[in-house]
């Protein structure tokens, strides 16, 4: 076992392999989960690209699943947070107090990551093998609250909740499912941090299917091997034909219907930490707004797709799934800065990977109240740089509107 930073955990952690040199770039992604109506578009995006094949039916890259109670496969997460509590049992706090920017935002985990809890004889990764039945009903409790809510609902907490969560394989920077391949057909490119299978090598050990905490890792019977999601990766390089030769978003981020996904590619230094880059939507996003967050950040992985917590749900059962900073998300959230508006609407309005954003100032618009807080609305304007800094996009906060004469037609 090595030491790595991670810099979710605020610590240093065990795992298998050392950290890599750094210096390339990584995937990463924002959702907003208070934007999603759970339209399955991103998953029917991504089925009919990669996994439309013989073998692959029950296979889903993309999957959006109602929470508290669904689960693709069923209760993935609760079964893991079930193992690491039995494993761990007083340690799954966090102390806040040990915050420190971009170092480590979130304070520091006291607990056991999956790789800690490992017994280290079969296993260097505490998980289980998913049964078939658990993959054969992606939606089941589809949209189920967990209580009729008869006198109405009340923000910040309705009495009677669900969410949507929208889950593609996290890219991680630690990933469980190459620490666990015993023929480390697993492999993590260094330009872009992309986790790949190496489908000549994998024997379909189905280590990876238990080693994922996020379940990402599938196994297909009818070629006998692993397969998970690809980030599809030739867009990533540029080699969509529609991309002029640009880094272009993946099939699942563009498709999204409630325009709730940004994906974007942020620079590692060689200390393990993203480069200081607050002009990359990315990064503004995780740290400086400080709006998005890990899922599950205890596991361990570092998982590079960040969520922007839904504002109704029961605080307590956020902090479990996304860590300390979800109140200062959900704050940061429904009193966004002036910053913060502009580039909330830089969400899906390019294919085309966002790596700069400037903000053009405008005239005031509004002055509100939300919540008890005063908000100035100005109509700034955000444009969006590709990778060679040249402008793609360029949006106004304000969305123009045609109000329509009283007098229609003639009918
Ligand atoms: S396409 Fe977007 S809005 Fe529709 S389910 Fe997927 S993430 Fe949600
Ligand atoms: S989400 Fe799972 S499959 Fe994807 S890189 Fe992380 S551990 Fe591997
Ligand atoms: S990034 Fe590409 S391969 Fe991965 S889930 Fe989205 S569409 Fe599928």
């Known amino acids: 076992m090595a030491d790595v930073y991670n810099w979710h955990l605020g610590r240093t952690m065990s795992y298998p392999y050392p950290a890599g040199p750094g210096g390339g770039r990584q995937f990463a ?50 079964n893991l947070l079930e193992m690491q509590a039995d494993r761990d049992p007083d340690g799954q706090v966090w102390n806040p107090e040990a915050r420190r920017e971009v170092e480590a935002p979130y304070g520091q985990f006291e607990g056991k990551t999956i ?11 505490t998980g289980y093998i998913p049964s078939n039945d658990d993959w054969k009903a992606p939606n089941i409790y589809e949209d189920a609250a967990t209580k009729w809510a008869k006198e109405g609902v009340e923000l910040p907490a309705h009495s009677g909740w669900f969410f949507y969560l929208q889950r593609i394989c996290n890219h991680c920077t630690y990933p469980a499912c190459l620490a666990a391949c015993p ?30 905490p996020y379940k990402k890792a599938m196994y297909r019977p009818t070629t006998r091997t692993s397969e998970k999601c690809i980030a599809c990766y030739p867009r990533l390089e540029g080699q969509d034909p529609l991309s002029d030769g640009l880094p272009m978003e993946t099939r699942c981020m563009v498709a999204c219907v409630g325009k709730i996904r940004l994906q974007g590619l942020v620079q590692v230094g060689s ?10 939507p990315m990064y503004y996003l995780v740290h400086v707004a400080k709006v998005a967050l890990p899922l599950y950040p205890q596991f361990g992985t570092q998982p590079n797709v960040y969520y922007i917590p839904p504002r109704w ?52 618009v509004a002055d509100l109240n939300i919540g008890g807080q005063k908000q100035e609305i100005y109509d700034d ?31």
């Open 271 to 280: 200390d393990g930490l993203w480069v200081d880059d607050p002009r990359n």
């Open 183 to 212: 023929r480390k057909a697993i492999y993590k490119r260094e330009q872009d941090g992309v986790v790949l299978i190496d489908q000549e090598r994998c024997r379909g050990y189905r280590k990876c299917v238990e080693a994922c």
């Open 313 to 364: 749900v029961p605080r307590e059962y956020l902090h479990q799934m996304f860590g300390p900073g979800t109140d200062a998300a959900i704050d940061a959230y429904t009193n966004p800065s002036r910053e913060l508006l502009a580039v909330l609407q830089l969400f899906r309005v390019t294919q085309k990977i966002i790596f700069a954003f400037d903000i053009i100032p405008g005239p005031k």
């Open 29 to 78: 992604a924002v959702f907003n989960i208070n934007r999603c109506i759970s339209c399955q578009t991103c998953s029917m995006a991504c089925k009919s690209t990669w996994t439309f094949s013989p073998g692959q039916e029950l296979m889903w890259w993309n999957n959006v699943e109602s929470k508290p109670f669904g689960g693709y496969p069923l209760n993935w997460d609760v």
């Open 381 to 411: 304007t955000v444009v969006g740089l590709d990778s060679q800094g040249r402008e793609i996009v360029r949006v106004p906060v304000m969305e123009p509107t045609f109000q329509r004469p009283g007098k229609l037609n003639s009918i």
């Open 115 to 125: 790789f800690e809890t490992a017994n280290g004889k079969d296993q260097v990764v």
